[in-house]
């Protein structure tokens, strides 16, 4: 890639919600492309895990060949934003997870699968967001949180309110981001734009 061009950013299109996120990239001048093959992830300068069902896409990722390869692109330092399910395959421990389900990891935290209980299956809630001058709207699905971090781990994001209060559900380590919750739902760009900067930042240094 000439360094100065747009970044190259993959959206997993192997289960879940991919097209908001590739709406969400292209919007903000990245040139954003589905990835299911390992030659895509060769070509791709960062990568974003939608949201979904983690068991699904674990399952889907070793079937396609793809889980060896971003394991290893992750190592490399590869720039992935994780959203929801997204967030799970990044962590590298799992509380709750299904007795096979794999991640691909890079990220020092601990999640902890639906951890919301099936009372709060899905709720919308303002969050102060580390950085931001204004709070995000999070939208939050079926999500995890983010049970325990690793000493290189910044947290950008804790509930504000309610039984959940306090818990972590956005997280950054180096290169590697995830949000518990859905920000490609809605119009407010400044998450996904977070990671079109850490990609080309990335970019330019290699
Ligand atoms: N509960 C799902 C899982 O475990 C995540 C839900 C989502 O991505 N919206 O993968």
Redesign the pocket.
């Known amino acids: 890639m000439t360094s100065g061009a747009a970044p190259r950013i993959g959206v997993l299109a192997v289960q879940?919600?991919v097209r908001e996120h590739l709406a969400a990239l292209t919007e903000l001048g990245a040139t954003a492309v589905t990835v299911r093959r390992p030659e895509e992830v060769e070509r791709i300068d960062g990568l974003v895990i939608?949201?979904?069902?983690?068991?699904?896409?674990d399952k889907l990722l070793r079937a396609f060949g793809l889980q060896t390869l971003l394991r290893e692109r992750i190592s490399a330092g590869m720039p992935v934003y994780g959203?929801?399910?997204?967030m799970?395959l990044l962590a590298d421990r799992i509380a709750d997870a299904r007795p096979d389900q794999q991640t691909l990891g890079g990220l020092d935290i601990t999640v902890r699968?639906?951890a919301f209980g099936r009372q709060v299956d899905s709720f919308e809630q303002q969050l102060d967001f580390a950085g931001f001058d204004s709070p995000v709207h999070a939208v939050f699905?079926?999500?995890?949180w983010v049970e325990q971090t690793g000493p290189t781990v910044e947290v950008l994001a804790r509930v504000g309110e309610g039984p959940a209060a306090g818990r972590i559900v956005a997280v950054r380590q180096g290169n590697l981001m995830a949000t518990s919750f859905?920000p490609e739902v809605g119009s407010d760009r400044r998450i996904h734009a977070e990671f079109v900067t850490i990609t080309s930042n990335a970019k330019e240094s290699v």
């Open positions: 879940g919600d939608p949201g979904g069902e983690s068991t699904v896409i959203s929801c399910a997204g799970i699968r639906n699905i079926r999500a995890p859905h």
